[in-house]
């Protein structure tokens, strides 16, 4: 079938032709040059592999303890343990994952292992729950602020 005359069937259908008018609209958008700006929400960024605000907010956070594991491929940050000279008898681990490109707190994920030294060995204990949410409140508020003085210059 030629192209007149596939142009001549449409003609007399009017939804066709009314999609078809919808179509040259939306690719008449594309024509313009303009790229649109970027979006300051979304903070996307894949040039690790994972939201390098939030990456690199989790580095800082976690900087006073010993690394482990760093992978910014896989997003996975995983200390040593670290004893606070001002309290030698108890030590912890952490492991930060960061599960997603864009900044977002879901995108974050924060877990603990506490130790307590009893009789010469290290024996295993509770981590209370506001210390993981406050490691991630401050990986979070550091990870913003991050992309706040990205965005100043």
């Known amino acids: 079938m030629s192209q007149l005359s596939v142009l001549a069937t449409l003609g007399r259908r009017p939804a066709t032709l009314a999609l078809l008018g ?87 994920r924060v877990a603990a292992s506490r130790q307590v030294g009893q009789g010469g060995t290290w024996v295993d204990a509770p981590v209370q729950a506001a210390t993981v949410q406050k490691l991630e409140e401050i990986i979070l508020t550091r990870a913003r602020d991050l992309r706040r003085s990205a965005f100043k210059d």
Request: aromatic share 6%; proline share 3%.
């Open 22 to 108: 919808l179509a040259a609209l939306g690719l008449s958008a594309c024509a313009n040059k303009e790229r649109p700006r970027a979006d300051l929400a979304a903070s996307q960024v894949t040039t690790i592999g994972v939201n390098s605000y939030l990456w690199r907010a989790s580095l800082d956070a976690l900087s006073f303890m010993p690394l482990l594991q760093a992978d910014s491929a896989g997003g996975v940050v995983i200390t040593d343990w670290y004893a606070n000279t001002g309290n030698p008898g108890e030590r912890m681990k952490v492991t930060v994952s960061i599960l997603d490109q864009d900044l977002r707190a879901d995108a974050l």
